[in-house]
């Protein structure tokens, strides 16, 4: 039993004996340690003040992974082996500024310079992350961050002075496909000079050492999991050994066992991410917090034709990770594709990418189950017809998720395993709609109207929030599938399976509409069915008394459903040729006219664009020189560097 925490702190080895399992590392850093960049702002990983770089060495391929976090959520004893970094870390006057650090100051973009650090660690976390890809080689002086990626590296991080522009424009002049002409004020050219990448501090790729070699030997493991075994005992002034417990099983039977042996499980706190600190304020003090991170089974993937089962021990940064890599290896089915590439696109907007960075899996949709969190995820997961394995007491459960989130709320020795995403490889065809009328697959053959061979899957996810990107949550999440066929008497396309998922409405849980579904099943789309559809809609999906903003609520429910299912009005003739190759989203649907329609909310067809295309234009002249040019304010290098 290992009884000391070791970490490193800006390549600084530390070894900890006796810590408060409860011990953020932000109050680590702020009293423990010389480095005040990282700040608490918002105490729920909605600022981006407190970032840090955190950074895990993998013994086996020699690898560092690098993660920016937010170090008012992240608890210190989840860092055995790890190493930290703050903007510190990565230059500082007495070893030089790093050249984010130089770009920031000269670009004006920092002010007051309480959030500047965390806006370097993200910055760097982005660039490290390009840079370590396998896209081609830059020009020298430039990175692999494409301009799309420096728009949205700081998507999180909250700064209430410089408006974004400058900051932005700090982390695009590290891109190769920006144009210079694009940046604005800075302070390495004049007014009417040309600004090239010569004129800019240089910026050398992994010139930051993340990971110091004294804490790589310590890191060796014997085993597969003994790197993260960390048992700690914590005694306060008084010295009483039952003060505190750190606690790492490597099993999901030493859990269970462990979980079984409490008589009170309000005193245990399983931790993956501890991201609900974050949103569930005063939790109350926990005798023993286990870490259930290093547990083979919730680290699981397996994959199949049906589907993809992944452990609910991974976060959701990860989880991403892995569906893009089930993309790629299905990249000649596209009919199974579609579902994940859906369910990616929307974890992308949901929380910050240094959330989604340590939030788990398996937390999000316990904390959904049990505390009526207004989860994305419980959403989308259950509009894609997915399922849980949970582990209680009494054995091994499989349930769907619309069974797992109905049930009454878990108890403590209840954990989620893992969950199934299925994909579609062919949906079998209803045998009768309500009227008793044959349901087939289809096609359209030669521009004819003859039925035969082929079926339609319908996927797309949708999301409102107050902005679309960051950690916000929504007013209104919703996820749709449906399954198109033809009706053999009548030769229309009709809705077979349907799935039309709803949440964060005002609702203690994630719902299926189900009486929508039912009164769609076996219909063809006019404007009469949908109108109806809608009018049930209405009388589903009903805030419960409080909720904010319960009619705009509503009217966003309503507009989702109609922008699913508007693809397929057609006339009462002829089917919609538009469904003619294979299973699309609604939004890559073709009007007869030509134009395609274009979904708001997650559109798979649009491809990333500039979020700032304003020029910035400023006057100046001799007057009252120097007042007005552009000089670079003194302190903006150490503000940005946290060290001012």
Known sequence: ????????????????????????????????????????????????????????????????????VSSCLTLLCS??????????????????????????????????????????ISLYSSLSKADKSSRPEPPPGFSKLTVSEAERAIAGNLCRCTGYRPIIDAGKSFCSDVDMEDLGLNSFCRKGETLDVSKLPPYVPNSVCTFPESLKNVAEPTDEFRE??????????????????????????????????????????????????????NQGSYQKYIDIRHIPELLMIKREKEGIDIGAGFTLSKVIELLEE?????????????????????????????????????????????????????????????????????????????????????????????VRIPSWSGVPPLSKTEGGSELYPFSLNNGTSELEGATRLMFE???????????????????????????????????????????????????????????????????????????????????IEGTSK???????AVGFLFDFFSPLITSSEKPNKSFINGPVSATSLLHPNGHTISNGCNSESRKPTSGISSKQVVEIHND??????????VSAELQASGTS
């Open 326 to 418: 089930e993309i790629s290896l299905r990249n000649k089915q596209n009919e199974q594709q579609l579902v994940f590439k859906k369910v990616v696109n929307h974890l992308n907007m949901v929380a910050s990418k240094f959330v989604r960075n340590m939030a788990s899996l398996g937390g999000n949709l316990i904390m959904a189950q049990r505390n009526e969190f207004p989860s994305d995820i419980a959403t989308i997961l259950l509009g894609a017809c997915s399922s849980v394995i949970i582990q209680t007491p009494r054995g091994t459960l499989s349930l769907s998720m619309e069974e797992f989130l109905g049930q009454p709320p878990c108890d403590p020795q209840t954990l989620l395993v893992s």
């Open 79 to 120: 860092l055995h082996n790890c190493s930290i970094t703050t903007s510190e870390g990565l230059g500082n006057q007495r070893d030089g500024f790093h050249s984010i650090h130089q770009r920031i100051a000269g670009f004006h973009a920092s002010q007051c310079g309480f959030c500047t650090p965390g806006m370097c």
């Open 461 to 543: 996810t949708y999301r409102a929030a107050p902005y679309p990107l960051g950690g916000a949550l929504a007013y209104v999440n919703a996820a749709f599938m449906a399954e198109v066929l033809g009706n053999e008497s009548t030769g229309e396309l009709v809705l077979g399976h349907l799935s039309l998922a709803f949440g964060a409405y005002g609702t203690k849980q994630a719902i299926r509409a189900r009486k929508v579904e039912e009164y769609l099943k076996g219909k063809s789309i006019t404007p009469s069915v949908l109108l109806e559809a809608i009018r049930i809609l209405k009388m589903t999906v009903v805030s």
């Open 228 to 281: 993260g075994k960390l048992n700690l005992v914590y005694k306060s002034e008084w010295g009483e050994p039952e003060d505190g417990y750190w606690i790492t099983p490597t099993s999901l039977v030493e859990l269970m066992e462990m979980l079984r042996s409490e008589e009170n499980g309000n005193k245990v706190k399983l931790v993956a991410g501890n991201t609900s600190a974050g949103y569930y304020k």
């Open 624 to 633: 009252h020189h120097p007042v007005g040019y552009p000089t670079k304010k």
């Open 550 to 556: 319960p009619d705009y609520r509503s009217s966003l």
């Open 1 to 68: 039993m290992k009884q000391k925490l070791v970490f490193a702190v800006n390549g600084e080895k530390k070894e900890v004996s006796n810590v408060d399992p409860s011990t953020t590392l932000l109050e680590f850093l702020r009293t423990q340690t010389p480095y005040k960049g990282p700040k608490l702002g918002c105490g729920e990983g909605g600022c981006g003040a407190c970032l840090v770089l955190i950074s895990k060495y993998n013994p086996e391929t020699r690898d560092v992974e690098e993660l920016s």
